[in-house]
């Protein structure tokens, strides 16, 4: 049995800073696959950042503001979100068992419940 557990969301002002984490279980599960996404109301669920190919991957919208990293040692996979802004507002979902073809990245059958961050202007 898979599991994907997020926390760390939560209320920030714009400008503010929050860590995201995503800790994983079951043994079948291929860690390095994990990925975030996010989905504001309204809109689709969009990738925001993977490590899937070994180097980091992020979404125009947040290069140089996000930061993905994982300790494989606690299987846990972490979004360091600095700079947020009201766009950024969304519910964040840590996905597993995605991957990549020249086609770009898919995601995977493996979804957390999510965790809600919420930006203030």
Sequence with gaps: QVQLVESGGGLVQ???SLRLS????????NFNT???YRQAP??????VATLITGDPWYADSVKGR???SRDNAVKTVY????G???EDTAVYYCNG???YTKSGYFSGRYWGQGTQVTVSS
């Design 84 to 86: 947020l802004k009201p």
């Design 66 to 68: 996000f930061t993905i």
């Design 22 to 29: 995503c800790a994983a279980s079951g043994s079948t599960f």
């Design 97 to 99: 068992g995605g991957g």
């Design 42 to 47: 309204g809109k689709q669920r969009g990738l």
């Design 79 to 82: 979004l360091q979100m600095h």
């Design 34 to 36: 994990i990925g975030w």
């Design 14 to 16: 714009a400008g503010g």
